[in-house]
């Protein structure tokens, strides 16, 4: 099977992240061999992410912000307390959101005449 250009952007990162077997792999090395406008679009990610990944745009924190947070904690920690509370509030969010999915699946099944 040839891949198409279509084909070949949408698994593209999945290429570069080795996320693919073996037999679409080929099929995507081929597709990159023969197809000039893919090739160079796939050059521009590697380039791309190359300077992503490059130590210039990471950055380390000062030494005395890195010891005040660690003092913070240290002191957070010895005292037993914890600025964050146990919060519920998920439920507020998750029970209407399974009651709308109930009701959007009913609403279908009935649409389809299975009900």
């Given at each position: 099977?040839?891949?198409?250009c279509?084909?070949s952007?949408?698994?593209m990162d ?5 996320e693919?077997?073996l ?9 990159l061999?023969?197809c ?5 679009l ?6 791309l992410r190359v ?10 924190a000062p030494?005395?912000?890195k010891?005040?947070?660690?003092t913070a904690i ?7 307390k ?10 507020l ?15 279908e ?5 299975a009900?």
């Amino acid at each position: 099977m040839n891949m198409n250009c279509k084909e070949s952007q949408a698994l593209m990162d999945a290429y570069f992240d080795d996320e693919l077997d073996l037999v679409r792999s080929l099929e995507m090395e081929r597709h990159l061999a023969e197809c000039p406008g893919c090739a160079r679009l796939h050059d521009q990610r590697r380039v791309l992410r190359v300077g992503l990944s490059s130590n210039a745009l990471r950055h380390s924190a000062p030494a005395d912000l890195k010891a005040a947070v660690r003092t913070a904690i240290a002191a957070q920690t010895a005292s037993g307390k914890s600025s964050r509370k146990p919060s519920n509030k998920w439920l507020l969010y998750r029970i209407p959101a399974m009651a709308a999915a109930v009701v959007s699946e009913y609403l279908e099944l009935k649409a389809r005449g299975a009900l």
